[in-house]
């Protein structure tokens, strides 16, 4: 079945560091893919998506390309602030079906 | 405003007590889903449901019941708790392609 795979956290960076997490799918046919972020206590948001082949999803200075070649959607952001703290979570969905998520990757941002 | 509502919020239960945790859309999303979030494991599916009166498991749905009499509504039920099911509990309503709203979650301990 569809499954996808980021990289395990967590990761501890300084403010204005280049962040990259890494996502890789397995999946039939052609997935959307997206990328969630949960700040403390509080629910998953929709942070960006893309849903075709080489497609950029973008929002909030955090980027991640649709690469159908190497299976990937790895979300990237030049310079991250303190406010960037949370759990990011890598998912996909192929037609009506449910979501697949990654075990998300926890992102602290010191000052 | 668009959004996913679930109460409680919080909850403590001895084993065994039947509860229910209430999930509301207002958006008209025919396909509703559980999730439970838990260290290290990500996010499980545990029921989902493609319309009214329509449901069906997902990854892990021992120890749970849902249902859907109405499209706005999908309780998730659990007749008698253990202390495995303690954990952080997410409705999520969902327009296709892959648009999905998550409600703030309900956090649930069983003694």
């Known amino acids: 079945g569809d499954s996808v795979t980021q990289m395990e956290g967590p990761v501890t960076l300084s403010e204005e560091a280049f962040l990259t997490i890494n996502c890789t799918y397995t999946?039939?046919?052609?997935?959307?893919l997206f990328w969630y972020v949960q700040y403390p206590g509080e629910g998953l948001q929709l942070l960006l998506k893309?849903?075709?082949?080489?497609d950029k999803g973008s929002n909030k200075g955090f980027e991640a390309t649709y690469r159908k070649e190497t299976t990937s959607f790895h979300l990237e952001k030049g310079s991250v602030q303190v406010s960037d703290s949370a759990v990011y979570f890598c998912?996909?969905?192929?037609?009506?079906?449910?979501?697949?998520f990654g075990k998300g990757t926890r992102l602290s941002v010191i000052a | 405003e668009a959004q996913v509502t679930q109460n409680p919020r919080y909850l403590i239960t001895v084993t065994g007590k039947k509860l229910t945790v209430t999930c509301s859309q207002n958006?008209?999303?025919?396909?509703m889903s559980w999730y439970r979030q838990d260290p290290g494991l990500g996010l499980r599916q545990i029921y989902y449901?493609?319309?009214?009166?329509?449901?069906d498991k997902g990854d892990v749905p021992e120890g749970y019941k849902v249902s859907r009499k109405e499209k706005r509504n999908f309780p998730l039920i659990l007749e008698s708790p253990s202390p495995n099911q303690t954990s952080l509990y997410f409705c999520?309503?969902?327009?296709?392609?892959?648009?999905?709203?998550f409600g703030p979650g309900t956090r649930l301990t069983v003694t």
């Open positions: 999520a309503s969902t327009s296709f392609p892959g648009q999905v709203r």
């Open positions: 999946a039939t046919g052609y997935p959307s």
């Open positions: 893309a849903t075709k082949a080489d």
């Open positions: 998912a996909l969905s192929s037609g009506n079906t449910p979501l697949v």
């Open positions: 958006m008209n999303h025919e396909y």
């Open positions: 449901s493609m319309n009214v009166e329509v449901t």
